[in-house]
């Protein structure tokens, strides 16, 4: 399992200097939050920096999955 497999939410921890997990990461997401909302609202990405590569690959993976998944919807709408 890879750290930007975005079907593993669980609580784990991505962000430790506010607790931020990936699940909690993966929920901002699906509000159609952006890598600022998210770490406004979480405190992620606010302190040392040390998680920015993991949650931003995670934040961009779930972002390209949505995108493929409303395509997908819209494709079917049209046939
Ligand atoms: S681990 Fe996320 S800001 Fe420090």
Do not use: P
């Not at 890598?35 to 040392?48: E, H, K, P, T």
Request: net charge negative.
């Amino acid at each position: 399992m890879t750290t930007t497999d975005t079907n593993d939410v669980t609580d784990e921890v991505m962000c430790s200097c506010s607790g931020t997990t990936r699940g909690m990461i993966y929920d901002l997401v699906m509000q159609g939050k952006d890598i600022d909302a998210i770490s406004r609202y979480s405190g992620a990405l606010s302190g040392c920096g040390g998680c920015e590569w993991e949650i931003g690959e995670f934040v961009r993976a779930l972002t390209e999955q949505m995108a493929a998944e409303q395509s997908k919807t819209h494709q079917a709408q049209i046939d």
